[in-house]
């Protein structure tokens, strides 16, 4: 069942998920179609998301956009990051910056912080000083398809530093949500991307796409226009449903990029082995944040995580082992 619509304003508009936004040259979405693309939302009852790039967003769109509830997500660095209510960096030392800056000051914004796996290993220990002060953060590292075992060693190394951050700042009575620890803790169902099942995405040209990734990779990807309507081959494939690993995996945190499924794999429901191993390490070290947490009187309600010793999903499912 269709619940979002993306729009990206711009063909610079900025990223907030593991694909790269390329595109140099502007084009903006015309206001007819943006016009189309709200009231579409409103008759299907959709909820709203809207992309902006880094430049100025001309009078008449902004007018549109304001007659629709709606979140933004923006830059880092251009005027409408103040008002909105996602910001993406795509560089460290610029989070960094803006961590400074609110040194002692709580900006009630959710950041997503997109890092290539060599950066993220270099800086994450500085991810508590971002947890002090925004509401939500939200890391993405955007090469996760090239991990070997040395990087999931490294990535275990991390979590697990990040764990104990996260318990410190428990103790002290501040209640952080980061993505790749925290958002297990309270899930009990998988809370996938779910492009072209939940979701679908208008892009600048005024045709329909799976998410921004597709529209970015290939133009000719897409699947309806303002015109004629969505139309979403295999829709079924993108469902949680037909997706034989991830329906028997509790490793509810994951992402299950749709768009990084079909780049590994070739299909569109199935998982890459290095996806799937992160998300496995993301679960173990919630696990053993949750025990932690427990110990001092926090989530005593929520279930236990049982740890895997297998962390290769391909091999479970082949032996018959959920999670």
């Given amino acids: 069942m269709l619940k979002y619509l993306v729009i990206l304003l711009d063909d610079t508009a900025t990223s907030y998920c593991c694909y790269r936004s390329e595109k140099q040259e502007r084009r903006l979405i015309s206001l007819e179609d943006l016009r189309a693309g709200i009231l579409f939302a409103m008759k299907q009852n959709l909820m709203l998301q809207v992309v902006y790039p880094a430049c100025e967003i001309p009078a008449g769109h902004r007018e549109a956009i304001e007659t629709i509830d709606h979140c933004k997500v923006a830059p880092a660095g251009n005027g409408c990051e103040k008002r909105a209510d996602v910001v993406a960096f795509d560089r460290w030392s610029d989070a960094e910056a803006f961590a400074a800056a609110m040194e002692g000051?709580?900006?009630?914004?959710?950041?997503?912080?997109?890092?290539?796996?060599?950066?993220?290993?270099?800086?994450?220990?500085?991810?508590?000083?971002?947890?002090?002060?925004?509401?939500?953060?939200?890391?993405v590292i955007t090469d996760v398809e090239t991990f070997g075992e040395q990087d999931f060693t490294a990535y275990?190394?991390?979590?697990?530093?990040?764990?104990?951050?996260?318990?410190?700042?428990?103790?002290?009575?501040?209640?952080?949500?980061?993505?790749?620890?925290?958002?297990?803790?309270?899930?009990?169902?998988?809370?996938?991307?779910?492009?072209?099942?939940?979701?679908?995405?208008?892009?600048?040209?005024?045709?329909?796409?799976?998410?921004?990734?597709?529209?970015?990779?290939?133009?000719?990807?897409?699947?309806?226009?303002?015109?004629?309507?969505?139309?979403?081959?295999?829709?079924?494939?993108y469902g949680l449903q037909h997706a034989p690993l991830c329906r028997a995996c509790d490793a509810y945190q994951c992402k299950r990029c749709i768009w990084l499924n079909r780049k590994t794999t070739g299909e569109v429901n199935t998982p890459s082995r290095e996806q799937c191993i992160v998300a496995h390490l993301e679960r173990n070290a919630s696990a053993k944040l949750l025990r932690d947490l427990q110990s001092t009187g926090e989530y005593t309600s929520v279930k236990e995580i049982g740890e895997l010793s297998c962390l290769d999903p391909f091999l479970n499912y082949e032996l018959g082992i959920t999670d």
């Fill in 105 to 139: 000051k709580k900006s009630g914004k959710i950041v997503a912080l997109r890092l290539a796996k060599a950066e993220f290993f270099a800086c994450y220990s500085g991810l508590v000083r971002m947890l002090r002060c925004v509401e939500r953060l939200n890391v």
């Fill in 156 to 237: 275990s190394e991390a979590l697990a530093a990040l764990g104990m951050e996260v318990k410190k700042l428990y103790a002290q009575g501040a209640k952080p949500q980061l993505n790749i620890l925290t958002d297990r803790l309270a899930l009990e169902a998988m809370n996938s991307c779910n492009a072209g099942y939940e979701s679908v995405t208008l892009a600048p040209n005024g045709k329909f796409y799976v998410c921004p990734a597709f529209y970015l990779e290939d133009e000719g990807d897409a699947v309806g226009d303002l015109s004629t309507g969505l139309d979403v081959k295999n829709r079924q494939l």
